[in-house]
Each structure stands twice: as C-alpha cells, then as structure tokens.
C-alpha cells in the first residue's frame, strides 16, 4: 500500500510528544527496508525530511495548513459541509491508500487510517482544567466520538487503554492494536557525558528528586512537595526537588507550596536533551506522580538511565512498569513519602530498582513499535485493494 504518515508540528518543548513522533519516524526511515509499503510524509517541513533519505519508497509533502485552518475544517465537515480538506486534496494527488496518524492530533479524512491515543483522561478526570476549561472538553469529545469510532484501526499502549476505548467509544477489540510506547532512543543510546558539570551549571548537589513534567494541575507537584515536607518533617530525610518543564499556568501555584513550605527546589524549565540525560543520573530517584496514564514517558526514560522510579499507581501503570518502579498513590503524600523513605532505607532496593528498570527499558523500542506498524499494515492490505 501507499501509506500516508501525518507528522505533527511539534517542537522539543512540547516534551513526550515529540519524543514519540521523533522516534518513529526516524526508526521508519531506518526500517524501509524490511516492508514493502511505501509512505508519503505529509508536514511542514517537507525538503528537510527529504533529505534524511533517498529511498524512493519515502517522499515528504509540505502539508501548510495551520493548526487553526484544521480545527476550521473539521467543524466544517461537522456542519455537513462536504468540502474536500486540504490533506485529502493532496492524498489523492499523491495516491495515498491509507492513511497513519503518528501523533495525536489529526484531520477527519475520507480514507482508511490508523489513529493513536495516547489518553482518553478528559472522560475519565474531567475536573482537571487542562482537558475541561475553555471548551477543551467538548472539542475533545467531539473529536474522539467520531475519530475513533470511524477509525481502521487505533494503537493503544496498554490492555488498560484498549479498555477505556472500548468503554467510551464503542470500538470493538479487534480494531484495536496494543504496542507500548516506546522508550525514548536519546535515553537507551546515551553516551557516558560529564553529568557533574551539568548539575554544576544549575547550580544542583547529587541525590535530589527529579519530576520532569510540565507544569499542567495533573501533574501533582502540589502533591510530591507535602510529601517531600513530610519525610522531612516526621523521618529527616531532607532532599532537595529539581523540577523540569515548561510553564502551563500552574508554576505559580507550585512554587508558593515550595516556599509556604519551605522546601529546597529548584525550577528550571525547559531544558536541552543532554542535560537532561545528566539530571535523570544525578538524581536520587524519579518521583513521577502523575494523576494521568495509562503510560508516561519519563518512567522509561529514567529506567534506561539508571534512575530509580517512584511512579503513580494509575491504570496501565502495573502493564507499563511491572515490578522495576514503586507505585504509589498520587492522591496520598504519605503514600509518596514511604516509597521514598523505602529507597532511603534499603540500598539494595535502590539498585534492584535500577537493574530491573535497565532491562525493561530495553523491551520497546521505536523500531519495535515501527515494526508492530508494518504488520497491522500488512493485515489490512488484503481488504484496500479491494477497491481503487
């Protein structure tokens, strides 16, 4: 088949979502060989990509349309209005026979495709104002109601999203496709680097906790500084918190806890790649207390650099993690605090945390998870030739 692949605009801050979008297409472009599709990558940045391969099964197509201009064409297409949208002209200019969206984000379209949810968290916490405020609830719903339900085929990360799928939107299980996020190739592939001289430049000491997140309200910071309060106050343990993101409206809120409480924390936003891989290995464990799953990247990306793992016993967390991470619940500080104490205490669970996270990262990769593609693609093939 000829495959359309939709690349999202997005940018390093964006954080996970890049990470993911990234990893994928340059495991595809590294994984041509081993299908015998071909693909047509439609984005905004269409000579670039051509230039990262010569293969004649791989072209790109500037794709220009803004984020706004496809919001515009759905509601269009919702209004009944049967204009034909901009993708679509060139997808059949281009003779596109299905069509595979990496990201979340994606345009309605006359076309079998396979879509990719990475949450459906606005049905299941819908108090939370990142996917309620500001009519975020409703376009979402609106979106997914008739996206996932007319979709091909849906990747989820987990049997705990595959679930939630079926629960809401009424898909049945066989259209739904399990591969687990991948773990980030700048983790699994990093060099020994100098992570003294980076934890130098921010000014930070060894063994602090790290959250890297940006700075939405289902992170839960408010959440790990009473906790990290508490260990302090009833237990002694006095470790400082390093917090990486970017701002999403709720810095502030955070950083009046840390100093209501009085806490030694360190806020510094958006950073480089290396410097992150330093800080995952400067610090004394990864305290990620998400109330969002059912998969989170950051769990992964500290397994396979020897971070030990505190992480929020949210669904799909158990299928996500196993038994290399602490689960804990997000809603108890007291819950966060023992699991960090327990660290504290036993050096011998520390490092069993860090042996078993290093191998479980290495179970999904973006190749294997290109590869899980290339066969949900080869078991469609048989019913797209069935028409032109």
């Known amino acids: 088949m000829k495959v359309g692949v939709f690349l999202e605009d997005f940018s390093p801050e964006v954080g996970g979502g890049f990470t993911i979008q990234d990893d994928i297409f340059r495991a595809l472009i590294e994984l041509l060989d081993d299908t015998h599709h071909s693909f047509v990558i439609f984005c905004r940045r269409a000579e670039a990509v051509n230039k990262l391969s010569t293969n004649p099964r791989l072209k790109a197509v500037d794709f220009p349309g803004t984020l706004g201009q496809r919001v515009v064409a759905r509601a269009e297409r919702g209004l009944g209005r049967q204009r034909q949208s901009r993708l679509e002209q060139l997808c059949k200019e281009a003779r596109v026979e299905f069509m595979w969206f990496v990201g979340a984000e994606a345009v309605q379209i006359d076309l079998p495709y396979m879509a990719i949810v990475w949450d459906l968290q606005h049905r299941l916490q819908p108090w939370f104002p990142e996917v309620s405020a500001t009519g975020t609830w409703k376009h979402r719903e609106s979106f997914y109601s008739e996206f996932l339900r007319r979709a091909t085929m849906i990747i989820a990360g987990t049997g705990a999203g595959r679930e939630e799928i079926e629960r809401f939107y009424q898909v049945t299980s ?215």
């Open 174 to 388: 066989n259209r739904i496709k399990i591969l687990p996020h991948p773990t980030p190739a700048f983790a699994l592939n990093a060099g020994p680097g100098d992570a003294q001289s980076v934890l130098r430049k921010y000014e930070l000491r060894n063994n602090y906790l790290f959250y890297p997140a940006q700075f939405w309200s289902h992170k839960n910071h408010v959440n790990l500084l009473l906790a990290v309060a508490e260990l302090k106050r009833k237990h002694g343990i006095d470790l400082p918190v390093v917090f990486v993101g970017s701002d999403k409206g709720n810095t502030d809120h955070v950083r009046s806890y840390a100093t209501q409480l009085k806490l030694d924390v360190s806020f510094l936003g958006f950073v480089p790649v290396e410097d992150l891989v330093a800080l995952y290995r400067g610090a004394f464990a990864l305290a990620y207390v998400t109330f969002f799953g059912p998969e989170n990247l950051p769990t992964l990306e500290a397994f396979a650099l020897g971070c030990p793992v505190v992480a929020s016993d949210v669904p799909g967390a158990r299928e996500q993690l196993g038994d290399a991470a602490l689960l804990v619940d997000p809603k108890d500080p007291s819950s966060i605090a023992t699991a960090i104490k327990a660290l504290d205490d036993d050096a011998n669970l520390r490092q069993t945390l860090i042996d078993k996270g290093r191998a479980r990262a290495q179970r999904s990769t973006a190749k294997s998870f290109v590869r899980g593609v290339f066969s949900a693609l080869d078991e469609f093939e048989p019913v797209r030739r069935c028409w032109k």
